[in-house]
């Protein structure tokens, strides 16, 4: 086989390898993705049982990188400490030295049963679930014949001159070894395909072990970066774990690569197989890495905040989403948690746009008006970049309950902006014409302006948590208090035309102003209310069900009993 012929095969068989791996970590966060996250949550207690937690979870995600967004954005919704989170990664780390620990051996024969059965599995699936699950046994049907295509394809390596001499000479120079190895990993974002294409070299004899053993550190190294430049544009809290395990493997790689010479022999004892040597190396640098430095995890997590302190002003992140990360959208639940908190900061946007508009009103600022106008173009930007998201999202099948939450946050968002728009269209022009007219209001217009801007300003906050938790008595006091503001509302119209009736030297201008605010603020009340009503509707629903269920078993049993003679 010329050498063109082989170097396509080798191009064929890492796709495949990757194409596979992308598949089982798909089908995975499709189908258990919201499980995943519950068992990683609850797992947060402390370093051990995060570090089991990052282990287990990586392995049914065979993917670290996964797992480290997972874990990034638990930290940068104040779910997690720095130092929890560089647990779960080290625990990660060596959950997928364990998959390729279970790949190392020869398993081709069970390829052509997982693809068929992945195939009618995806094929005749009625729900999303089951069709992931075929998901997930045709990528490891794929992950298993590509092992199979590049033993095949990295035999004639060993016999020929070229490469020979290649490796030969990256055994003399093991930090460029390194660092091939690195950007290896890094291109491929799969350390643990990276490990399984060194693993098939050194089966074929193609590389000699010590090239083998620096490229395996250069893959645990290059594995480390594609979590920290995923989390560049993050908040500060989410970019720290990702730091801290970089940090971890790359000390690690600098204490072992001077002495790696001496290790070859020492595994040498522990199974002659240069395959499994090599495997071993990775899970013992891991496993190794985990012993040492979880005992040093609260004192990394310190470090990882002085290299990524808490920002104490404000910057442009503020006024554009930046937790939209496109590689998060393989895992719907991330994806829709990163859509989740740039919606809060959306709300944090238009809480300051009321705010200023209230203070405006009163003091006639126009500076203050064009703020709440540049705030408006804010929003229209979160809204356009969170329904982009959420659009490609939705383009791959989703859970019926995460599909749900898609459209809540689509509809909440939406409905925000709305109120961005009112507020500039309706309530900005009364300002600029109160200004203008010199308008004055009464005592009691005053009074009631304060009352109702307030109360609006109550219910916003109180809709965001809403929105957040999805908790059924904060909705029921979300429509309550809406209640309670439409009451004031009309309370204020009613003693307004009252004394309107009264005075007949009011002023028109300053009634029509005070009128058409009332107005508006009740609207905005109603859009920012609307997110509770599908949380109680739930609720009423599922208690009509249970009625229903009740009387149905209770009809069921007076019709089993005897008659009474």
Request: hydrophobic share 45%; aromatic share 6%.
């Amino acid at each position: 086989m010329d050498a063109t012929s082989v170097l396509i095969s080798l191009l064929g068989g890492v796709s495949l390898l990757l194409w596979g791996l992308r598949m089982v970590n798909t089908g995975v966060t499709r189908a258990f993705g919201r499980e995943l996250g519950k068992i990683l949550n609850f797992s947060l207690k402390n370093r051990f049982k995060s570090f089991l937690g990052g282990l287990g979870v990586t392995m049914l995600l065979q993917s670290s990188t996964a797992t480290a967004l997972l874990t990034a954005s638990f930290a940068g919704r104040g779910l997690v400490t720095a130092s929890a989170g560089i647990a779960v990664m080290l625990g990660a780390d060596v959950g997928t030295t364990l998959v390729a620990q279970a790949l190392s051996f020869d398993l081709s024969w069970m390829a052509p049963a997982l693809l068929f059965i992945g195939f009618i599995r995806h094929s005749t699936a009625k729900t999303t679930r089951a069709k992931n699950l075929g998901r997930i046994f045709l990528g490891l049907g794929i992950m298993l014949t590509a092992l199979k295509l590049l033993v095949v394809a990295s035999g004639p390596i060993r016999d020929s001159e070229v490469a020979q001499f290649v490796f030969s000479s990256l055994a003399g120079e093991p930090v460029l070894t390194v660092v091939i190895g690195a950007l290896i990993t890094f291109v491929a974002h799969s350390s643990l395909a990276t490990v399984l294409f060194i693993l098939t070299l050194v089966a074929t004899g193609g590389i000699p072990q010590n090239v083998a053993l620096a490229m395996v550190l250069g893959a645990n190294l290059g594995g480390a970066l594609p979590p920290v430049l995923a989390t560049l544009n993050g908040d500060e809290a989410s970019r720290r774990p990702p730091l801290g395990n970089f940090l971890c493997r790359l000390t690690g790689v600098v204490v072992l690569l001077p002495v790696l010479g001496l290790v070859g022999p020492e595994l040498a004892k522990l199974e002659a197989d240069p395959a499994r040597q090599v495997v071993n190396f990775h899970t013992l640098f891991n496993l190794g890495l985990a012993l040492f430095f979880i005992f040093f995890t609260g004192p990394l997590g310190k470090l990882t905040e002085r290299l990524i302190p808490a920002k104490t002003t404000g910057s442009d992140n503020a006024r554009r989403p930046i937790h939209l990360d496109r590689a998060a959208l393989d895992s719907p639940q991330l994806a829709l948690a990163n859509a989740v908190r740039d919606t809060l900061r959306m709300g944090d946007v238009l809480e300051k746009m009321f705010r200023d508009l209230q203070v405006a009103f009163a003091q006639n600022d126009n500076f203050l008006l064009n703020e709440v106008r540049e705030s408006d173009e804010v929003i229209k930007e979160f809204n356009a970049g969170i329904k982009a998201y959420l659009t490609e999202l939705g383009r791959e099948m989703l859970e019926d309950e995460d599909e749900r939450r898609c459209t809540e946050i689509m509809t909440f968002t939406t409905n925000l902006e709305n109120v961005g728009n009112i507020v500039v269209l309706n309530l900005a022009e009364l300002v600029e014409r109160t200004a203008s007219k010199q308008v004055t209001f009464s005592r009691e217009d005053i009074v009631d302006h304060k009352k109702l801007f307030d109360m609006l300003l109550s219910n916003l906050k109180l809709s965001f948590s809403v929105f957040l938790t999805r908790e059924e008595m904060q909705a029921a006091s979300l429509i309550h208090q809406k209640q309670a503001l439409r009451d004031a509302e009309q309370k204020a119209v009613n003693g307004h035309l009252e004394r309107l009736r009264k005075d007949g030297n009011m002023d028109e201008s300053s009634s029509a102003i005070h009128l058409g605010l009332l107005s508006d603020l009740r609207r905005v009340s109603s859009l920012i209310s609307s997110v509770a009503y599908p949380i109680v509707q739930e609720k009423e629903k599922r208690l009509k069900d249970m009625k229903k269920a009740k009387k149905k078993e209770k009809s069921r049993k007076n019709v089993g009993q005897p008659e009474n003679l």
